[in-house]
Nanobody, 115 residues
Framework: QVQLVESGGGLVQAGGSLRLSCAAS????????MRWYRQPPGNQRELLAT???????GYADSVKGRFTISRDNDTNMVYLQMNSLKPEDSAVYYC?????????WGQGTQVTVSS
């Protein structure tokens, strides 16, 4: 079982930045993929960024160049640095851990970008 707790969401003006944090209850080196998703109201959940235990990362086109996923293996934290935020980035942001065939979710953190 993996528990995930997100934090760092809030209200920010367009063009601003936020850093989201995800605290995992287990060593993230035991987790195959750590991911960030978001879900705007009335829309499907969207994969934004992936970090593997081998140290590679990948991004959705919608956030490439603006968002950066990072991790601290010593503290079992995963971060999402979000820059140049746009109103369309407003959503609930979720941390996800994929360990073998199991998928775990955090409770989400709200990000609202005002124009």
């Amino acid at each position: 079982q993996v528990q995930l707790v997100e934090s760092g969401g809030g209200l920010v003006q367009a063009g601003g930045s936020l850093r989201l944090s995800c605290a995992a209850s287990v060593s993230i080196l035991s987790i195959d993929f750590m991911r960030w998703y978001r879900q705007p109201p009335g829309n499907q959940r969207e994969l934004l960024a992936t970090s593997t235990k081998k140290g590679s990362s990948g991004y959705a086109d919608s956030v490439k160049g603006r968002f950066t996923i990072s991790r601290d293996n010593d503290t079992n934290m995963v971060y999402l640095q979000m820059n140049s935020l746009k109103p369309e980035d407003s959503a609930v942001y979720y941390c996800n851990a994929r360990k073998k065939r199991y998928s775990y979710w955090g409770q989400g953190t709200q990000v609202t970008v005002s124009s």
